[in-house]
């Protein structure tokens, strides 16, 4: 990219020893394989790793390093041009084999591969012994039609053969067991999503403090089942990515906060509304165009969407996340890191990344009458934030005491429930006239 502020390090993108693409890499070049493969043949994913015992542990850091670059350099000999092999973490790689003949080329992929790999031991300087291998397999689409699902579908056979006697396995739906009550939950989940009825979003309002006017409102994931229970976010979440519907949930989200603005601005309404992504939605090298054509269908301002990004995904950072944010910039949507100050990124990400708005975590912001060292970091967000001319919005505000404190350290804006709970649409303009009218 032209612009050096957004390009990562190398080591952002590879593994360091091995040279090789790591995990984002493939979740995001998959789907564009999956688009490519000819019909009627495969797609394949192998995940294959070494199983670690006590003698593996005795050899040197560097006999070590070794073994994994001599090991990625013989299954890459192993593959065709038309493949592509990925690091995963010090002892597992991922391999991408697509326009496969048939199931059977799949499994002999994996036996070559092994086979490649067992001698290893015989003709690597320091490594006198190799350790058990263990191989799983999944195809594309009968065992996932998302790239995560698919993935994890491949991982699942290996682990499966990991625990195992066979060291390779082809991925079946039995491998995951379900409770009763969870299967029940899965499946209800899966005819909400098809029929587009039981998800909700209820809307939380953000503040200005100074002039407590509302400005802005963060959509809020809501399902209540038809037994009654209201499941937390995050079961939602967690079951959408299991049921690997992550990417038509997405859709869904994104129409349904379009039609929520729609609404809104119907009643004269005029606010910023947030929604929130995932490290896995800024994998999706189609986001931004599905985004753009959402909003020009329903003559959606882009201004007026912000879209909310967990910062522990920026652990993950490659080119094709950065490519992504920006896109949804030039779109014209507001890029907000959320929940910051509690993963492993450092403040330098908000001079790397093209956001325009950072939300203090509540943790920070609940501790921050009693700890000097909350308060300490609030400040300090607020302050780099400010400098780089950032809105920031402290979120898991409770009292007035605490709204003043925020005030009092140069926060400008604040949600949480003080002013109010998430709220059904209809709760929620409710709300925002009953602010309107002056009491009698």
């Not at 409770?179 to 098809?194: I, K, N, P, T």
């Not at 921050?368 to 950032?390: N, P, Y």
């Not at 920031?392 to 009092?408: F, K």
Request: aromatic letters at 6%; hydrophobic letters at 45%; proline letters at 5%.
């Amino acid at each position: 990219m032209a612009n050096s502020r957004f390009k990562t390090r190398q080591s952002d993108r590879t593994d360091r020893v091995t040279g090789l693409p790591r995990l984002p890499a493939a979740l995001a070049e998959l789907p564009a394989m999956m688009r490519d493969n000819t019909a009627e043949r495969l797609l394949g994913v192998i995940s294959i790793a070494v199983v670690p015992d006590t003698l593996l542990f005795r050899h040197s850091l560097d006999a070590v390093h070794r073994l994994r670059v001599e090991a990625s350099r013989r299954i890459r000999a192993s593959l065709r041009p038309q493949d592509r092999l990925y690091a995963v973490s010090q002892r597992e790689w991922l391999i991408v084999l697509p326009n496969l003949l048939s199931p059977a080329a799949l499994t002999l992929a994996m036996v070559r591969l092994r086979e490649r790999l067992l001698a290893l031991s015989q003709d690597t300087p320091g490594i006198s012994h190799l350790p058990r291998l263990a191989l799983g397999a999944a195809r594309w689409p009968q065992d996932g039609q998302e790239p995560l699902f698919l993935v994890q579908s491949a991982r699942i056979a290996r682990l499966v053969a990991e625990q195992g006697n066979e060291e390779m396995r082809d991925y079946a739906p039995e491998m995951e067991t379900e409770s009763d009550e969870a299967r029940q939950m899965l499946d209800e989940l899966r005819g909400v999503l098809r029929d587009h009825q039981g998800l909700q979003l209820f809307l939380q309002p953000q503040v200005d403090i100074a002039s407590g006017r509302c400005h802005g409102a963060e959509a809020l994931l809501r399902w209540q089942r038809s037994n009654g229970e209201w499941v937390p976010p995050p079961v939602i979440l967690d079951a959408i990515d299991r049921l690997g519907e992550r990417q038509n949930f997405n859709r869904w989200l994104i129409q349904q906060a379009i039609h929520t603005q729609l609404a809104l601005r119907g009643r004269g309404i005029a606010i910023q509304l947030s929604i929130n992504l995932s490290a896995n939605d800024l994998l999706d090298a189609e986001l931004p165009e599905m985004l753009g054509q959402t909003l020009a269908t329903w003559d959606v301002p882009a201004a007026s969407l912000t879209l909310e990004i967990t910062e522990t995904m920026m652990v993950e950072e490659s080119w094709q996340v950065i490519d992504v944010l920006e896109r949804l910039r030039q779109l014209g949507v507001s890029l907000s890191i959320d929940d910051f100050g509690t993963g492993y990124a450092g403040m330098s990400y908000l001079q790397r990344l093209p956001v325009h708005e950072v939300k203090i975590d509540q943790m920070f912001v609940r501790q921050a009458h009693d700890s000097d060292k909350a308060r300490e970091i609030i400040t300090s967000i607020i302050q780099l934030a400010s400098r780089l001319q950032m809105t920031i919005v402290a979120e898991g505000v409770e009292d007035a005491d605490t709204l003043q404190l925020l005030a009092d350290l140069g926060c400008r804006s604040a949600q949480g429930y003080h002013f109010s709970r998430p709220l059904p649409l209809i709760g929620f303009i409710d709300w925002l006239w009953q602010r309107s009218t002056p009491a009698s």
